[in-house]
């Protein structure tokens, strides 16, 4: 199970056991992204996807009604023991790289998706 971590900027990834107890969760990982997270959907091939939003002020004028645009990002997270993503030739997807922000992660692989500065699309949701 994956949870979007909004103020830690993190995805966390959960083992939900329920041959002991119904109600127990494990963490087995946190995967630093570089934005507050918002909205999260696993692929057919589990590669989850996640947006959220890189300028926190910038969504709060959004939200009221003081600006019409904000920053969005969206990431596809795999695990690193999964093949690699095919690498961008054109880096067009990526003009700020995640690396610039956020550690990398041992347990996953992070690649952008979608990054706007709000003029194309207002916010990641």
Known sequence: MAVAACSAGQIRYY?????DRKDEMKLTASVPVPFAPDNIMFDDDDVLFVAGHPHFPSLVKV????????????TAIRPASMPPFLASTDNVAEPYPVSYR?????????????????????TSS
């Open 15 to 19: 083992d939900v056991d329920d041959h």
């Open 63 to 74: 939200a009221a009604n003081k600006a019409r645009e904000a920053p969005s990002w969206v």
């Open 102 to 122: 956020v550690a990398a992660s041992t347990t996953h692989t992070v690649q952008t998706v979608y990054q706007s500065n709000g003029s194309h699309f207002a």
